[in-house]
């Protein structure tokens, strides 16, 4: 693994990219790794004063898959796992030739993940395709402070009243509630405070949810140490487990996000396939101070 860099005023290169808007501030560490990541990460995130993003992504050598990723918050919090990075991991990883497979094996906090390039033409990546792995109900690991097999539409006390809850891990943990129409809900207030809810040991990402159809629903994400994204992709397959499960929909949704559509399928294998595009914006050099 690459050891950290002890000095902290040296110049990083970074790719920013974004996962229909959930952008990030993408590094290159296969040959060595910036110091004090948590900090870094507060640092490159900030909109106003540094690079600007949801937070950072660390590409990096794995001994158990082909890559690894680490990736921090822009409160410089450790994220486990997350869809949108890890399809524009691997665009990335084909853009700058720095692998010729079309399926790659990911290693996150969050177990392997196995990513698969959708190829146009011209070789361009035209989307990439996710195996987000089973979806994980059981409360203990969710992990969600409830008693039973599942938490399915469960009410939660709030300062606007009971809501109902489901949890389901994607590998970080979610709540998605079913709501008739997104733009009544108190979103800004709601949903940090539903995040750090009692009822969740680790906190959690929250998701607010209108159905369009058996084949639709549009979302609204508050992320756990990031607060609102455009889109979140661990989020949307969380959705579609819990429409599913609550028979809302079919198990092959389009998810219509701030930023964007995820196309996702809860297969019959159990598994949670995630398909969405990785866009680059541009390639730059932080300087970081000393």
């Known amino acids: 693994m690459p050891k950290e860099v002890i000095n902290k005023s040296d110049e990083i290169r970074f790719t920013k990219m974004h996962g229909i808007g ?20 507060v640092e490159m995130s900030d909109r106003h004063f540094g690079v600007g993003g949801d937070g950072i992504v660390l590409i990096c050598p794995s001994e158990v898959a082909d890559f690894k990723m680490r990736m921090f918050n822009n409160d410089g919090s450790e994220a486990r796992m997350c869809g949108n990075a890890s399809r524009c991991i691997a665009r990335y990883l084909h853009d700058n030739h720095l692998t010729s497979d079309n399926v790659i094996n990911l290693e996150t906090l969050s177990g392997i993940k196995v990513l698969s390039l959708n190829l146009g033409n011209d070789d361009e990546v035209e989307s990439v395709t996710v195996d987000m792995g089973e979806p994980i109900l059981k409360p203990s690991e969710v992990p969600v ?33 079913f709501v008739d129409k997104l733009e009544d809900v108190p979103f800004d207030t709601l949903g940090p405070e539903l995040e750090r809810h009692a009822v969740w040991p680790d906190k959690a990402n929250i998701e607010f949810v209108e159905v369009v159809n058996s084949s639709e629903v549009k979302m609204r994400v508050w992320e756990r140490g990031t607060g609102e994204t455009l ?33 996702v399928n809860w297969a019959d294998d159990n598994h949670v396939y995630m398909t969405g595009g990785a866009t680059k914006v541009f390639d730059g050099i932080y300087e970081r101070k000393g």
Do not use: W
Not at 25 to 34: A, G, R, S, T, V
């Open 231 to 263: 889109a979140c992709g661990t989020g949307a397959c969380a959705t579609a487990v819990a429409a599913a499960l609550t028979g809302r929909t079919c198990r092959r949704i389009t998810v219509h996000l701030r930023g964007g559509d995820l196309q």
């Open 22 to 41: 959930n952008d990030y501030i993408y590094i290159n560490c296969l040959e060595k790794m910036p110091a004090d990541l948590p900090q870094l990460a």
């Open 145 to 177: 402070r409830f008693i039973g097999d599942a938490m399915v539409e469960q009410p939660v006390s709030s300062s606007h009243g009971a809501v109902n809850i489901t949890a389901v891990s994607m590998g970080n943990p979610h709540g998605v509630i």
